[in-house]
């Protein structure tokens, strides 16, 4: 499951800009994860896309979540975030003509 969810996340990542047109919120890493923290968002996900590294933070409640990106440089920035997470451990199912 952690490798699935780590996966998702690098491909969402490893795009070279967010998915809106909007400029990345960034700031200190101690901060967002205090601002996270706040929100009882913990992290439940992580991995490299790059130099960077990726995290998913998401409430207990399957409330909110947030994706993140560690620049090599220090900022932590905010790409997506929502609501309604649910994590789930299942595989996807087989798609195609097997060979």
Known sequence: MR???CAFMVAVASFGA???AQPL???PRAAVLDML???DQSRRAIGLAGRAVM???AAPDGGRWTITLTMPDGPMC???NG???DGMIESL???GTAL
């Open 55 to 57: 995290e998913l933070f």
């Open 83 to 85: 609501v309604a997470y």
């Open 25 to 27: 919120q960034c700031g």
């Open 93 to 95: 199912p087989m798609q």
């Open 3 to 5: 490798k699935l969810y």
């Open 37 to 39: 923290a706040a929100q």
């Open 18 to 20: 967010p998915l809106s």
């Open 78 to 80: 905010l790409l997506a």
